[in-house]
């Protein structure tokens, strides 16, 4: 058997992967006084807090706001020395056969906390309305958790609340079908309100009432990619080495910790934090956990879906935000867009750097094949219900996203629970991203934190 090659370099920690949580991870182990060195498969850091230069402005093309419940975001925003804004007040708008309506305003992911509003019966209808409100009046569940959200939903609502309201808002923000979610991990709490309380739509406003005062949603002044660009300079300025262009293709133990390889370098380190992608961490974990942990057995599969950045000049029934910030569409059919953020209409900050009369909207679409501009232009009008002529559009980007199954999805929480633990089981070995955390800044940053405490001070200190 020949000799194992020398490592070329040999850190404290190897992080893998440099999105939002390996940006984290890597920041807090250098903190802690560790030599750290972070790669990435891409040519540039940041992975979900992307950005592209849309007629000469830099501006999010991935995560554009992240949720104000927790103060992980806000604490390092404030610590990156970045400045947390507000959205614009205006909510969004639900595209139901071919008509548009605000989102009804008290309710959490679609579910109405007053089914009677007239916001609820202007996209359902007075009867759906009435059957939903008739959820006050059907007997508490009293044995056992409702686990499978469209099943809860259907029963205690109605079929025109699941499928006109819920519906849109969970695939469009978690990429699941109801049919799929767990509504423990998709909404810690709700379980429990609607035991406390006896109705659904109680059970809602009580988890509103506990949330904090004012938006649900913040963002950072010039972007949520500077967040990528402020870690990125942390870490420079600390000493990381920072790799991009560095797949990792195995992890395997060594003396003293964990051999890393990339095509061309092995790296050797006492600890090591996987945080790329789910299908990546899988494969590169599989040699060493094996499948005790249903690691090898089929994974559900992930989403992918096609972003379009336009901006647009001259169009001046925009000015008025006529879809407020942006249109969720009830049963998209393929081909056809499924959400569009009116992302200057949603941040005064982008407003305020665009020149007078330069409008920018994102649509997306389900899936990665290439999706003309024209289509895109043409969809953008039919959500927002105005006219916007091609000639109009100065500039474009376009991004494909390929996201892992969400965490919420019904049968993941428990495998990824057996997974923690032999992780935890594991010396020196950590890992994290939105695969393990759950969609969104909110619980990958704070996930990123826990997972890299508690590796704690062993085995280098
Ligand atoms: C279009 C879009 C919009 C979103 N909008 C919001 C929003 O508004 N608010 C919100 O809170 N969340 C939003 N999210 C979700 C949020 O952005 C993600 O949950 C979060 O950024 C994920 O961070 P992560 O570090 O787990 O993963 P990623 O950002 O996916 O990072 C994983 C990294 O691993 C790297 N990698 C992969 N394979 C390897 C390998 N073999 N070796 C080394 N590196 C590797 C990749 O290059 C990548 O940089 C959005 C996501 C998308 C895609």
């Not at 992608?277 to 956990?289: N, V």
């Not at 379009?308 to 009830?330: E, M, N, Y």
Request: negative net charge; proline residues 5%; aromatic residues 4%.
């Amino acid at each position: 058997m020949s000799a194992l090659p020398s490592a070329s370099a040999t850190f404290d920690t190897v992080v893998v992967g440099g999105g939002a949580a390996g940006l984290v991870a890597a920041r807090a182990e250098v903190l802690a006084g560790r030599s750290v060195a972070l790669l990435d498969a891409a040519d540039e850091l940041g992975g979900a807090l992307a950005r592209a230069s849309v007629a000469d402005v830099e501006v999010d093309v991935g995560a554009e706001s992240f949720a104000v419940r927790g103060t992980a975001v806000s604490t390092l925003i404030r610590s990156l020395g970045l400045t947390q804004v507000e959205p614009s007040p205006e909510g969004a708008w639900l595209l139901r056969d071919g008509r548009a309506h605000p989102l009804p305003s008290a309710g959490v992911l679609g579910i109405p906390g007053f089914p009677l509003a007239d916001d609820v019966r202007a996209i359902i209808g007075t009867r759906a309305a009435v059957r939903a409100y008739a959820d006050r009046l059907i007997p508490e569940l009293t044995i056992g958790r409702e686990h499978d959200l469209a099943r809860l939903v259907r029963r205690r609502m109605g079929v025109a609340v699941l499928d006109d309201l819920v519906r849109p808002v969970v695939e469009s923000v978690y990429g699941l079908r109801p049919e799929d979610a767990d509504v423990d991990a998709l909404l810690p709490g709700l379980n429990g309100a609607l035991t406390a309380t006896g109705s659904l739509s109680s059970a809602v406003l009580r988890l509103r009432s506990a949330a904090p005062a004012g938006s649900a949603v913040a963002g950072v002044d010039g972007g949520i990619h500077l967040i990528a660009r402020a870690l990125l300079a942390d870490l420079q300025r600390f000493g990381v080495e920072v790799r991009p262009s560095s797949a990792v293709s195995s992890v395997d133990h060594a003396p003293g910790g964990w051999r890393i390889r990339t095509a061309d370098d092995v790296i050797d380190a006492a600890r090591l934090v996987i945080a790329t992608d789910g299908s990546t961490a899988r494969s590169l974990l599989r040699p060493i956990l094996g499948d005790a942990v249903g690691i090898e057995s089929e994974w559900p599969a992930g989403r992918r879906s096609t972003t379009i950045t336009l901006a647009v000049d001259g169009v001046d029934a925009l000015d008025s935000a006529p879809r407020g910030s942006g249109v969720l569409v009830a049963g998209a059919e393929d081909g056809s867009a499924t959400a569009l953020t009116h992302s200057s209409a949603k941040w005064p900050w982008l407003r305020d750097v665009l020149p007078p009369g330069r409008h920018l909207l994102r649509v997306s679409f389900r899936g990665e094949d290439e999706v003309p501009v024209d289509l895109a232009v043409q969809e953008a009008g039919r959500l927002l219900g105005v006219t916007i002529p091609a000639a109009s559009v100065v500039d474009a980007a376009r991004t494909v996203w390929r996201q892992d199954a969400a965490r919420a999805t019904r049968g993941l929480p428990a495998r990824l629970a057996a997974l923690s633990s032999a992780v935890a089981a594991t010396p020196a070995l950590a890992i994290t991203g939105a695969w393990v955390a759950g969609t969104g800044l909110a619980s990958v940053v704070a996930h990123a934190q826990s997972e890299v405490a508690r590796l704690g001070a062993a085995p280098t200190d």
